[in-house]
């Protein structure tokens, strides 16, 4: 059953989740993860809306090479006065059956090691509790169900799974000819094979305190058509499905009375099934430590979804960071914008370092890979700025670990390499001018984080001087030349000179008088003097090469014109190109991209810059809490107890893109933490001001 309100993981979501209109309700989505790159995800009615949904999606090679295993299940309760369907499925133009008419309510908790979901199901006074589970470092999905109604009657339960069994990026439309190979087994297991390289088990399980259940399973494989998900639709992508089901499975069950689906990733897992079945399966009590920081303990369930493994040669595994669900892999970029907030901060370091570790033994030409490619081993090094956001990150993680030797042995030689490559001239026409400001890119390439392109299309040109690589790169330079004094002198003063030439050119390259603001982007013929928030980063890094007073003035433009509840907008409104929704086919949402949607990760530099412009006091403090509130309430309003990639930048802001993004929730994180620490610092500053003097007693009233 259901835990009470006060018992809730997110009591904004128990409360409304379930208000609104249907398509409110089919915009609101859960995801539960095991760590390994698999998930289960769907709406909070249970309809899948999306491509990407379904109650088993496993990698091949984890975290990537995903597969929707088991995409959906057809639930019927047989009553004497009616029957309880459980199941929503979207056709053309008609949901069927509509479960929903029957929920009544929606729980969930992400927490490892085992998240879940539940749904509780009423017709008279007959309730269904269903529960979905996942557990941490298994392939497998289980979902559990229990029966309450008054009497002891036996109740017919059935069950009709629907099977995709294909990439998470495809579609299933049914062949000519049998496409699966099906084998079962006693215990009315199935397992079923697509021809090509997906397999998966299931089997209905009863509970060990009801030995006498009988599960029955009856074969008749059959195809369902034209199941449509209107999320696919609507970004102009295909949108139906054909989905199969081997048979029906038939039990009954008394009041009280549970069993469990169990759906592996693998022809032989059902026995890890059977003895995971064993461990409880309710969610853990909170403790009062806990409840303390709410948010924070939301904010880490969050983050903990991003960090998984990653299969490696010779059967070793390490630690990486998913970029976004449900789509993204590990991305080099988004790997160290996220990695101070998902792990550092919250004092993970051995992972970091894994992190760190992976991505600096693919270093090539200088570069820190931008991702792995979702099918094999391979790299892309199509990125300038994850090899500088490698360098802060791994300052950031020496910061706080101590971990010299692994700075001089293996983070140390990574990122001096970097800083040579530069120098010498790097991939995608990356050089060090005579200014000593870094150049980059062509007409035809995207190489900084505002990278959409369709075709030949570049949507954001920014070859030339981006004003967020030289700011990356100053405090790239700044770092090594203080970091690698001890180890490579010679460097270390080499960093040191080119920091100073970089400081004297910053300024009078980028300073726009005009909007006393900085020019997003310099060429040889041409500034760019767009409004966008790039130039921010020129104010929130530790190392800044622009003087104060115009420090200030950029986060007093950015807040005029680029500053919503969810972020910042990617483009200032007042410019020409300026796109307020994101939304239409691919093309059209890659051109709004970054010409105006609001990324919720921007508010984490915006709020540590203007932290930083007033000195980390406690006005500003208060301020930057207000500011961050709406993307925590943001927890309970998409992708529940995670907070979306983008958002539109006109209002409403309604949420786009992925559900849950790395790095909006690790910049949420860190910049809580700069905020907590300052505030502790200055508290503890206060406590020893009213300690006495030593040797000397304090005062007392009488004296």
Known sequence: MAETPSDKTCPLAYCQVLQ??????????????????????????????????????????PPLERAVLLSGMLERVILPDGVLELANFEFNHAIHPRGFEHLKEFDYSIAPPRPWVQFVYQLGEVELTKRIIMFCGHPLSCIEYRLDAPGDP?????????????????????RMGEVFDIDVDPRCAVWLADRIDRDLSVALIPHAEEPAQVVRYDHQPDWWFNFRYRVEAERGQPCGEDLFSPGWWRTRLRPGGKLTWAAVANSTGLVDAYNLLGMATDAPASSGAEDADLVGRQLGHAADQFIVQRDRAGGKRSTTILAGYHWFGDWGRDTFIALPGLMVCRSRH???????????EKQHDGLIPNRFSDYGDACEYNSIDASLWFIHAADQYIQASGDQDCWETILGPACAGVVRAFEQGTAFETRVDEDGLVRCGNPTTQVTWM?????????????GKPVEINALWYNALCILARRMAPIDSELAHRCSELAERVRQWFTPTFWNDRDRCLFDCVRDTEID?????????????????????????????????????????????????????YEGDAFSRDSAYHQGTVWAWLIGP????????????????QRAETLLQ????HLGQAGLGNISEIFDGDPPHTPRGCIAQAWSVAEILRVRCLIQTARAADEATERNRAKPERGRPAKTASS
Request: aromatic fraction near 8%.
């Open 350 to 360: 051995a992972e970091a370092l894994e992190v760190l570790r992976t991505f600096a």
């Open 20 to 61: 609104g209109s249907l398509d409110e309700l089919l915009s609101r989505e859960w995801l539960i993860t095991n760590g390994m790159g698999g998930y289960a995800s769907g709406t909070v009615i249970g309809a899948n809306t999306r491509r990407y949904h379904g109650l088993l999606v496993s990698p091949n090679r």
């Open 451 to 463: 990278d959409a392109k369709q075709g030949d299309t570049v949507f954001t040109p920014r070859h």
């Open 154 to 174: 036996l109740i017919q339960v059935d069950f009709l799974p629907m099977f995709a069994c294909r990439d998470f990026h495809g579609l299933r439309r049914r």
């Open 606 to 621: 915006f709020v540590e810059a203007y932290l930083r412009v007033n000195d980390f006091g406690e006005s500003a403090r």
């Open 630 to 633: 709406p993307l925590i309430d």
């Open 529 to 581: 003097g767009s409004i966008r928030p790039n130039q921010i980063f020129a104010v929130s890094l530790p190392h800044s090469a622009l003087p104060r007073d115009r420090q200030r003035a950029v986060v007093d433009c950015i807040e005029t014109h680029l500053l919503t509840p969810y972020g910042l907008r990617s483009l200032s409104p007042k410019a020409p190109q300026y796109r307020g929704r």
